[in-house]
């Protein structure tokens, strides 16, 4: 359902993303792995249509983005980095907001809200301005909003990011379970998070893609069998990188 | 295109309500009528004119929505890049435009109503004398249309922080007045050509608000409100999405 051919991404003499390839089917959670900086989000941000590929071509659902971009959009949940939201609002609001911008209305408007809510569990801060939330509940509530339209494709940029230990395992398995009917892909720094809710992991370095399969294969590749292992001997921390440029 | 004008509809509620969601509008609003009030009265002679009109309303009203207007469009596109929802709002299935002229559409549509609350002023001059209604009217069209706005709308684009965004509208919106303020324009003539200072004022919003004071409502007068207008959203389209090529 994503398809991701070559794509390339230059900011200024800096190449961000570098001739990444990748394929994402129906029923398939793709973890994005790589150290800060290696172009994870980047490579997101294109899928997503908020930023244009320098080269390359990414395509949802048999749609390339760059010629269908609003039709493309409306088959995409989106998290972005940091979970922003409009802080000014309040969670019930921010909601409706985000659900008539996926065109739904009336009564379909009101039982999407009802189950991306029950999903988030965010019942008790409906009325609630963002501003005041806790990190962890604003991030529930921009993931609700990626969820509004049950879109067909989920792009989520550290969905776990700044959630506590129980909150994480919810969203795991949330992750897990909408994964059978939809493809997913999410990034994360945290490795049991591979292992706990991928059928396949890409780990990118610099821009590159450097190991791609299931958690187990990686783990095999691994003298000793751990994932962390495993991804520290292909990647570059960023400090060793810059020393090296 | 009714789906286009639907997701524009959605934009300008939400950023509407914004205004009404902060303190910023109460201000706003209040200290748009202290001071119209203020300059109408105090500072601008409105009983010692003897006439029944709002010249001295309009008269100044150039001046002051020079600080008014950039301070009503500043926060619609810093505060979106601020905040990083401007990621999420360009990731919805809309066009960058229909955003920028919803988001337009919203702050025109507040304007329109803090113009909509001098009233009294209006009143006030009906009950004293006879003014000719018809150039108040023409007046507060040509106050309406929103090439400060939009170019504030402009300056919101180009940064993420609202104070700037602030700064860079007064100064531009400046500009627009000042070449065509007569004492400026009358020292140019010192020692420029006729045609060149007349060329120049052309460029002024005073000289094309003038006639909307008068009430003549001239086609070459609103074509220069709206012209600029289209200019300015045109470029926040650019600065958008140069901002998001990188």
Same mark, same amino acid.
């Given at each position: 359902?994503? =398809?991701?051919?070559?794509?390339?991404?230059?900011?200024?003499?800096?190449?961000?993303?570098?001739?990444?390839?990748?394929?994402?089917?129906?029923?398939? /959670?793709?973890?994005?792995?790589?150290?800060?900086?290696?172009?994870?989000?980047?490579?997101?941000?294109?899928?997503?249509?908020?930023? !244009?590929?320098?080269?390359?071509?990414?395509?949802?659902?048999?749609?390339?983005?760059?010629?269908?971009?609003?039709?493309? =959009?409306?088959? +995409?949940?989106?998290?972005?980095?940091?979970?922003?939201?409009?802080?000014?609002?309040?969670?019930?609001?921010?909601?409706?907001?985000?659900?008539?911008?996926?065109?739904?209305?009336?009564?379909?408007?009101?039982?999407?809200?009802?189950?991306?809510?029950?999903?988030?569990?965010?019942?008790?801060?409906?009325?609630?301005?963002?501003?005041?939330?806790?990190?962890?509940?604003?991030?529930?509530?921009?993931?609700?909003?990626?969820?509004?339209?049950?879109?067909?494709?989920?792009?989520?940029?550290?969905?776990?990011?700044?959630?506590? !230990?129980?909150?994480?395992?919810?969203?795991?398995?949330?992750?897990?379970?909408?994964?059978?009917?939809?493809?997913?892909?999410?990034?994360?720094?945290?490795?049991?998070?591979?292992?706990?809710?991928?059928?396949?992991?890409?780990?990118?370095?610099?821009?590159?893609?450097?190991?791609?399969?299931?958690?187990?294969?990686?783990?095999?590749?691994?003298?000793?069998?751990?994932?962390?292992?495993?991804?520290?001997?292909?990647?570059?921390?960023?400090?060793?990188?810059?020393? $090296?440029? | 295109?009714?789906?286009?004008?639907?997701?524009?509809?959605?934009?300008?509620?939400?950023?509407?309500?914004?205004?009404?969601?902060?303190?910023?509008?109460?201000?706003?609003?209040?200290?748009?009528?202290?001071?119209?009030?203020?300059?109408?009265?105090?500072?601008?002679?409105?009983?010692?004119?003897?006439?029944?009109?709002?010249?001295?309303?309009?008269?100044?009203?150039?001046?002051?929505?020079?600080?008014?207007? !950039?301070?009503?469009?500043?926060?619609?596109?810093?505060?979106?890049?601020?905040?990083?929802?401007?990621?999420?709002?360009?990731?919805?299935?809309? $066009?960058?435009?229909?955003?920028?002229?919803?988001?337009?559409?919203?702050?025109?549509?507040?304007?329109?109503?803090?113009?909509?609350?001098?009233?009294?002023?209006?009143?006030?001059?009906?009950?004293?004398?006879?003014?000719?209604?018809?150039?108040?009217?023409?007046?507060?069209?040509?106050? $309406?249309?929103?090439?400060?706005?939009?170019?504030?709308?402009?300056?919101?684009?180009?940064?993420?922080?609202?104070? +700037?965004?602030?700064?860079?509208?007064? /100064?531009?919106?400046?500009?627009?007045?000042?070449?065509?303020?007569?004492?400026?324009?009358?020292?140019?003539?010192?020692?420029?050509?006729?045609?060149?200072?007349? $060329?120049?004022?052309?460029?002024?919003?005073?000289?094309?608000?003038?006639?909307?004071?008068?009430?003549?409502?001239?086609?070459?007068?609103?074509?220069?409100?709206?012209?600029?207008?289209?200019?300015?959203?045109?470029?926040?389209?650019?600065?958008?999405?140069?901002?998001?090529?990188?």
């Amino acid at each position: 359902m994503i =398809k991701v051919e070559n794509l390339s991404k230059s900011f200024g003499s800096k190449r961000a993303v570098d001739g990444v390839s990748f394929e994402v089917g129906k029923g398939e /959670v793709l973890g994005f792995l790589g150290p800060n900086g290696a172009g994870k989000s980047t490579t997101m941000r294109m899928i997503t249509g908020f930023i !244009p590929p320098s080269a390359g071509a990414v395509s949802v659902c048999g749609l390339a983005v760059q010629e269908n971009p609003i039709e493309v =959009k409306r088959s +995409i949940g989106y998290l972005p980095e940091a979970a922003p939201s409009y802080t000014e609002m309040s969670v019930l609001s921010f909601l409706r907001f985000a659900a008539e911008m996926r065109g739904l209305r009336g009564e379909a408007l009101r039982s999407a809200i009802r189950r991306v809510v029950e999903l988030c569990h965010l019942e008790n801060v409906l009325g609630q301005t963002i501003d005041t939330l806790s990190k962890g509940f604003r991030h529930r509530t921009c993931l609700a909003q990626a969820l509004i339209h049950d879109p067909e494709v989920l792009i989520l940029d550290e969905p776990t990011d700044g959630l506590d !230990p129980n909150q994480k395992h919810e969203v795991r398995t949330l992750i897990r379970k909408m994964g059978e009917s939809k493809a997913i892909i999410f990034s994360t720094h945290i490795l049991e998070e591979v292992e706990a809710a991928c059928t396949r992991a890409i780990i990118i370095d610099r821009g590159r893609i450097v190991a791609n399969g299931t958690p187990t294969e990686l783990k095999a590749r691994a003298a000793t069998g751990k994932l962390e292992d495993f991804f520290r001997s292909i990647t570059r921390s960023d400090t060793l990188a810059e020393g $090296a440029a | 295109m009714k789906g286009s004008w639907a997701a524009i509809r959605i934009i300008a509620k939400r950023e509407l309500s914004a205004y009404f969601e902060s303190p910023v509008a109460y201000v706003f609003l209040v200290i748009f009528l202290l001071l119209s009030g203020f300059f109408t009265f105090t500072f601008g002679g409105f009983f010692e004119r003897g006439e029944a009109s709002l010249a001295a309303f309009f008269n100044w009203l150039p001046w002051l929505f020079l600080f008014l207007v !950039p301070a009503a469009g500043m926060r619609l596109w810093s505060e979106e890049r601020r905040l990083g929802t401007i990621e999420l709002l360009l990731t919805m299935p809309v $066009a960058a435009w229909q955003a920028i002229v919803g988001k337009f559409l919203a702050s025109w549509l507040f304007l329109v109503v803090a113009l909509a609350l001098s009233f009294p002023i209006v009143a006030t001059v009906n009950w004293l004398g006879d003014p000719d209604n018809g150039v108040i009217a023409s007046g507060y069209v040509g106050a $309406a249309l929103g090439a400060y706005l939009a170019i504030s709308c402009l300056t919101s684009a180009l940064t993420r922080n609202q104070v +700037i965004a602030f700064i860079l509208a007064v /100064v531009l919106c400046l500009a627009l007045i000042l070449v065509g303020f007569s004492p400026l324009t009358d020292l140019l003539a010192r020692w420029a050509s006729p045609w060149l200072v007349e $060329a120049v004022s052309k460029f002024s919003v005073l000289t094309h608000y003038d006639g909307f004071q008068k009430g003549m409502l001239d086609s070459r007068d609103l074509l220069y409100f709206l012209s600029v207008m289209a200019y300015a959203l045109f470029a926040t389209g650019v600065v958008i999405r140069n901002h998001r090529t990188g």
